[in-house]
């Protein structure tokens, strides 16, 4: 663990954000853990202690205009600088394409995509200083967009251009960014999918699963804690070179090129 390190990482209080918290608990002196709900944001924040960082926890909703400027300004103080930050946050509803209501679609774009680019524009200039590195998460649907889930990828795919753009200022300001396309990822929430889908259709949850892996053509639903990993590579010495990339974890779902 570095010393002298702290990062930022949202949507900590459940799934790939807790998971990459509890993973960068082993390489950075102080993480900030930002979320919507304090009490699950405490018990991550108590495991990452366990793991022996600090933590500090903020319950902001990161799409409020100043959430971002909150989040940064209590790093910086807490702190003083900012190495990474890894933009995890943004549930966007899984509705079809027909039926997503304006509020939905506003709702979305404004936690998503808006609280990444606020969050890692206010951090920018720390970034600097340290040399630091930004991820912003996206996923599938991004290049593989879909009518049953239009808002996810049209949010995923506005990631996506989003982090390229942020990298390529990143060139000039000595800033790494990269985003992360994660596939299938078994969370509370596609649990909890899975399981009213199974009742909506008479079988198991069990049969649910078997279906929707056969749909996907994997093995198996990916981890959180496979997820954490990639995110840990990204803003580790290792991967300093790697900057502009969108980087696929799918377990293979994807066959396109």
Partial sequence: MNNDTLAIVTGASQGIGRATALRLARDFHTLVLVARQ??????????????????????????????????????????????????????????????????QWDAGIALKLHGARRLTMRAWDALKASGGA?????????????????????????????????????????VQV???????????????????????????????????LAQAGIGRYGTPEDIAELMAFLVSPAARWLTGAQLRMDGGEVQAI
């Fill in 38 to 103: 304090r009490e699950r944001l405490e018990d991550t924040a108590a495991a990452v202690r366990r793991e022996g960082a600090r933590a500090l926890v903020i319950d902001r909703d990161l799409s409020e205009p100043d959430a971002a400027s909150h989040v940064v300004d209590a790093a910086l103080a807490a702190h003083g600088r900012i190495d990474a930050v890894l933009n995890i946050a943004g549930a966007v509803p899984q509705v079809d394409l027909f039926e997503m209501t304006d509020e």
């Fill in 134 to 174: 930004v991820v912003l998460t996206s996923g599938n649907s991004a290049t593989v967009p879909k009518a049953p889930y239009a808002a996810v990828g049209t949010i995923n795919a506005a990631i996506v251009a989003l982090a390229k753009a942020f990298a390529e200022r990143g060139t000039k300001d000595g």
């Fill in 178 to 212: 990269n985003s992360v396309l994660p596939g299938p990822v078994m969370t509370d929430r596609r649990r909890t999918y899975l399981e009213t889908w199974a009742t909506a259709h008479d079988m198991s949850t069990e049969s649910a699963t078997r279906t929707f």
